[in-house]
């Protein structure tokens, strides 16, 4: 492949990070369908590794073996009446990948330098023509450095372990409220303190907090940074 070719540099991204219940997933994927951009959610890689380790009974406390797992796991996206499924291994895991064990296993191996080395090219293929809106923790400080726009979205604890509370419900999964805080707070935490790519938003990030605000108006205000169409 010759080098023009392989160039994805001109293609724009919108990165759009922040932490957990920040409301990163529901607008990252509007923001996407308004322009007709692809969509990388880079979360549910790392949730399909924690998945496809504990199908293999791994030790979360193994690096080596989760280094592995994350290499030889296949992950693949596929639209299904208007959602997005996520096939593990060739299994659809879309729902396990949502459940708080999932989020928690990802939580941790996300902390391994080999295990987000292993996963740092399958994210960059997601830039593809006509543009990308691509979600997560590091997309704009590490995965797309280069990329012409970034966001980074916050919440109040509360109010994010709220969302998290109604969307389980409404799923009919029982948790309290108080547990769904401690657990938002520890894997903030987790997230935020680990020594590689730890959340914080790039410097040129447009920090936008959505306590308060809804989808709409989110969506709105992320759109509005991009040159009008
Ligand atoms: O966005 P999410 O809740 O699906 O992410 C699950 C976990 O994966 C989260 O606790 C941290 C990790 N993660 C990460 O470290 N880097 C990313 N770009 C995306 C997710």
């Not at 291994?89 to 292993?118: F, H, K, Q």
Request: glycine share 8%; proline share 4%; with cysteine.
């Amino acid at each position: 492949m010759n080098s023009a070719s392989s160039d994805s540099s001109f293609i724009p991204v919108l990165t759009i990070d922040g932490p957990s219940g920040s409301g990163k997933g529901t607008i990252s994927r509007l923001v996407a369908q308004r322009l007709g951009w692809h969509y990388l959610d880079s979360g549910a890689l790392y949730r399909a590794v924690g998945v496809a380790a504990g199908w293999a009974d791994l030790d979360l406390a193994d690096p080596a073996a989760l280094v592995r797992c994350a290499f030889d796991t296949q992950i693949g996206f596929r639209e299904q009446a208007g959602e997005l499924r996520v096939l593990v291994n060739g299994v659809d895991a879309t729902d396990e990948l949502r459940t708080e064990t999932a989020g928690a296993a990802a939580s941790a191996i996300a902390a391994i330098p080999e295990v987000r080395a292993a996963l740092k090219d399958r994210q960059r293929a997601f830039r593809r023509a006509p543009g990308l809106v691509a979600d997560g923790r590091d997309m704009g400080t590490v995965i797309f450095p280069d990329a012409p726009f970034k966001v980074f979205l916050t919440a109040s604890a509360e109010e994010r372990a709220e969302r998290r509370y109604k969307q389980l419900k409404d799923k009919g999964v029982s948790v309290t409220l108080d547990g769904l805080l401690r657990e938002i707070l520890a894997r903030d935490a987790r997230d935020a303190q680990r020594a590689v790519a730890p959340l914080r938003p790039a410097e040129e990030a447009v920090r936008i907090d959505t306590t308060g605000l809804g989808i709409d108006a989110v969506v709105d205000q992320v759109l509005a940074l991009l040159p009008a169409r």
